[in-house]
């Protein structure tokens, strides 16, 4: 089984800066794409990034440019590195499968906070 821990949130102003990591407790295959998603309390969870195994990128228009996903299998963790920030960046940021908004059983962990604001 696998556990994904999102940490790196906290408070900047807008046009700082964070970086959140997602340490892996288990094995994420070569195979496995994974993405970060992000949600406001009373609205849908977001795909705002996604990685595959070989290394290509993917991401919200609302993001790109700004935010840069990138991960070491070697050490079962990924990132996200947020550049530019924005007050409706604001959001709880959860790391997952690529795959894991589509599956009605996927897990979700506690999310790590990110708060915009002057």
């Known amino acids: 089984q696998v556990r994904l821990e999102e940490s790196g949130g906290g408070l900047v102003q807008p046009g700082g800066s964070l970086k959140l990591s997602c340490v892996v407790s288990g094995t994420i295959l070569r195979t496995d794409t994974m993405a970060w998603y992000r949600q406001v309390p009373g609205k849908q969870r977001d795909l705002v990034a996604v990685?595959?195994?070989?290394?290509?990128?993917n991401y919200a228009d609302s993001v790109k440019g700004r935010f840069t996903i990138s991960r070491d299998n070697t050490k079962n963790t990924y990132y996200l590195q947020m550049n530019s920030l924005k007050p409706e960046d604001a959001a709880v940021y959860y790391c997952?499968?690529?795959?894991?908004?589509?599956?009605?059983?996927?897990?979700w962990g506690q999310g790590t906070q990110v708060t915009v604001s002057s």
């Open positions: 990685i595959s195994s070989g290394g290509t990128t």
């Open positions: 997952n499968y690529a795959t894991a908004h589509l599956l009605p059983g996927a897990s």
